[in-house]
Each structure stands twice: as structure tokens, then as C-alpha cells.
């Protein structure tokens, strides 16, 4: 699929981004957060109109996300090593020790403590984070965000790496904070064994062929919960079927840049093997007939 859609885009299956000139990037190529791997990542074309002030809205709250995620996950760690000595609540003679870790610690916390962090978060959001200039994430608090003790990164270049560090750290904390809250909600710790999860469509086919580290029975949509073994039979014989075409087709883009058959794939036609592009643009030299004794054969 990527050889595809690379192909379809630039012209090549290994061919430039750079050539894929509709790209949303052009807009927003040179904005922090554009990395290696993948660069700038914009599946949905979210940002393809160009348009300004709804990607610094999005890189705002991009920004945000992440840096809430970062506490989050340090939320879920931290308390597997430390608690606060004493009284979360002395009037209900509840300690910070018998809150559990996780989710099941709002079952424990009072709801006037709930209410305390909303109220908290709130101030932050209206009073405390002002927007310094038009940049996204910029409240003004410097280094490290503490309140401006630490003074602003001075150096442009060190800054940037800061940033876009941030931005890093921040997207990585949003999967880890989502993968943490999944895991603690199906196995009841943020890292739980997963045979714990119970409801598990895994339980089924957990010993089919296929289920293998790191993921395991991957079935995100939980297509086989049901363990109706005939259409996991089915599924698997479909998953089996185009993982052998798909492997044919990785072979047939790569071949064809270092070898070519010699002599004419039409005669009547003067079409030589040679004069056929490697990939999608093959499809516009090869004869209908051609095409037809394709369909015809893995018919």
C-alpha cells in the first residue's frame, strides 16, 4: 500500500515527496514539529488550505495535549514509587496511602477533591496561561515553563531544539497515555497482565498461528469476540490470500528496476518489455488485451 500510494503521488514507488506538489506541506513545511520520520504527518489534509490560523489553532492545542499527557503519564508513575505522607481527606480519615493508582482511584478520591481539580485546571486555562504573541504554547513562563524563574532560552538554535523536543515527547506521551488508560480500564493496572482482561476476544484463537510478539491477538475492532471459528476461518484464509499477492507485488515494483525481459510484450503493437514504466504508469502502455489475459489468468 505504500509502494502505491507513493507511486500514485510522486510517480515512483521510492520516489521524492518533494514531487508531490498538492502536498499539505507546502503550507507548513518550515513549522517546528516536522521530524523524521514522517515529516510533516497530515493523513486527513487537515491543514491542505493553507490556512493559517486554524493550524496555529490545532498546533495550540496539539501543544497542550501533549503537555497534559506528559503530567498524566508521570501521574501514573510516580505514585507506583511515592505517596504523599499523611491525610488526603482528615474529616473522612482517608490517606493519600489508600488511594489506589489508576482509574480506580476516582472511586476513592471525594467528590469535593474532583471538584478541586477542576476548579484548579480552570484557573490555569482563564487567568494563569495568557498567549504571548501569536505562537502556539507560548504563555510566557520560560525555561521549562516554571513561572519564569529559569529565564527564556536566550539561543535561538537551542530553543528550537527544545521546542521540537516538546512537540516529540508530547505526541509520544499522547499514545503512552491512551495505551495506559486502555490497559488499566480492561486489566485494572496501567500495566496489567492482559490475561486478565477476561472479555478478551483473544481467547478464542489466543493458539492460532499469527498471534506473536510484541502485539500478540491483535484485534482491534474485535471483529472475532464472538468466536465464531468459520469466520475467523474465513478472515484468516482472506488475511493469507493478500499477504501472498501483496508479496508478489512488492517483487514486481522492485524486479523490474534492475531487470527487464528482452524483446516485445506485443509485437503487432512494435511494444517492446523496455518500454513499459515500472509501476502505476505501466497501466497506460499496457494493451487492453493485456490487461484482460491478467484478469484471465488469476481468474
Same mark, same amino acid.
Given at each position: 500500500?505504500?509502494?502505491?500510494?507513493?507511486?500514485?503521488?510522486?510517480?515512483?514507488?521510492?520516489?521524492?515527496?518533494?514531487?508531490?506538489?498538492?502536498? @499539505?506541506?507546502?503550507?507548513?513545511?518550515?513549522?517546528?514539529?516536522?521530524? $523524521?520520520?514522517?515529516?510533516?504527518?497530515?493523513? !486527513?489534509? !487537515?491543514?491542505?488550505?493553507?490556512?493559517?490560523?486554524?493550524?496555529?489553532?490545532?498546533?495550540?492545542?496539539?501543544?497542550?495535549?501533549?503537555?497534559?499527557?506528559?503530567?498524566?503519564?508521570?501521574?501514573?508513575?510516580?505514585?507506583?514509587?511515592?505517596?504523599? @505522607?499523611?491525610?488526603?481527606?482528615?474529616?473522612?480519615?482517608?490517606?493519600?496511602?489508600?488511594? $489506589?493508582?489508576?482509574?480506580?482511584?476516582?472511586?476513592?478520591?471525594?467528590?469535593?477533591?474532583?471538584?478541586?481539580?477542576?476548579?484548579?485546571?480552570?484557573?490555569?486555562?482563564?487567568?494563569?496561561?495568557?498567549?504571548?504573541?501569536?505562537?502556539?504554547?507560548?504563555?510566557?513562563?520560560?525555561?521549562?515553563?516554571?513561572?519564569?524563574?529559569?529565564?527564556?532560552?536566550?539561543?535561538?538554535?537551542?530553543?528550537?531544539?527544545?521546542?521540537?523536543?516538546? +512537540?516529540?515527547?508530547?505526541?509520544?506521551?499522547?499514545?503512552?497515555?491512551?495505551?495506559? +488508560?486502555?490497559?488499566?480500564?480492561?486489566?485494572?493496572?496501567?500495566?496489567?497482565?492482559?490475561?486478565?482482561?477476561?472479555?478478551? @476476544?483473544?481467547?478464542?484463537?489466543?493458539?492460532?498461528?499469527?498471534?506473536?510478539?510484541?502485539?500478540?491477538?491483535?484485534? $482491534?475492532?474485535?471483529?472475532?469476540?464472538?468466536?465464531?471459528?468459520?469466520?475467523?476461518?474465513?478472515?484468516?484464509?482472506?488475511?493469507?490470500?493478500?499477504?501472498?499477492?501483496?508479496? =508478489?507485488?512488492?517483487?514486481?515494483?522492485?524486479?523490474?528496476? =534492475?531487470?527487464?525481459?528482452?524483446? =516485445?510484450?506485443?509485437?503487432?503493437?512494435?511494444?517492446?518489455?523496455?518500454?513499459? @514504466?515500472?509501476?502505476?504508469?505501466?497501466?497506460?502502455?499496457?494493451?487492453?488485451?493485456?490487461?484482460?489475459?491478467?484478469?484471465?489468468?488469476?481468474?
Amino acid at each position: 500500500m505504500g509502494m502505491l500510494f507513493q507511486d500514485g503521488l510522486t510517480g515512483s514507488a521510492w520516489g521524492d515527496w518533494a514531487l508531490y506538489t498538492d502536498s @499539505p506541506l507546502r503550507a507548513f513545511e518550515s513549522e517546528l514539529g516536522v521530524q $523524521p520520520p514522517v515529516g510533516f504527518w497530515d493523513p !486527513l489534509g !487537515l491543514s491542505k488550505d493553507g490556512n493559517e490560523a486554524n493550524f496555529k489553532r490545532r498546533r495550540e492545542t496539539e501543544i497542550k495535549h501533549g503537555r497534559v499527557s506528559m503530567y498524566a503519564c508521570m501521574g501514573y508513575i510516580v505514585p507506583e514509587y511515592f505517596k504523599w @505522607p499523611g491525610y488526603l481527606s482528615p474529616q473522612m480519615g482517608l490517606k493519600f496511602a489508600d488511594i $489506589p493508582n489508576g482509574l480506580a482511584g476516582f472511586s476513592k478520591v471525594p467528590d469535593v477533591g474532583l471538584q478541586q481539580w477542576v476548579a484548579f485546571i480552570g484557573f490555569l486555562e482563564l487567568f494563569v496561561n495568557k498567549p504571548v504573541g501569536d505562537e502556539p504554547g507560548n504563555y510566557g513562563k520560560g525555561n521549562l515553563g516554571l513561572l519564569g524563574v529559569l529565564g527564556p532560552v536566550k539561543d535561538p538554535e537551542a530553543r528550537k531544539k527544545k521546542l521540537s523536543a516538546e +512537540l516529540a515527547n508530547g505526541r509520544l506521551a499522547m499514545m503512552a497515555i491512551m495505551g495506559m +488508560l486502555f490497559q488499566d480500564g480492561l486489566t485494572g493496572s496501567a500495566w496489567g497482565d492482559w490475561a486478565l482482561y477476561t472479555d478478551s @476476544p483473544l481467547r478464542a484463537f489466543e493458539s492460532e498461528l499469527g498471534v506473536q510478539p510484541p502485539v500478540g491477538f491483535w484485534d $482491534p475492532l474485535g471483529l472475532s469476540k464472538d468466536g465464531n471459528e468459520a469466520n475467523f476461518k474465513r478472515r484468516r484464509e482472506t488475511e493469507i490470500k493478500h499477504g501472498r499477492v501483496s508479496m =508478489y507485488a512488492c517483487m514486481g515494483y522492485i524486479v523490474p528496476e =534492475y531487470f527487464k525481459w528482452p524483446g =516485445y510484450l506485443s509485437p503487432q503493437m512494435g511494444l517492446k518489455f523496455a518500454d513499459i @514504466p515500472n509501476g502505476l504508469a505501466g497501466f497506460s502502455k499496457v494493451p487492453d488485451v493485456g490487461l484482460q489475459q491478467w484478469v484471465a489468468f488469476i481468474g
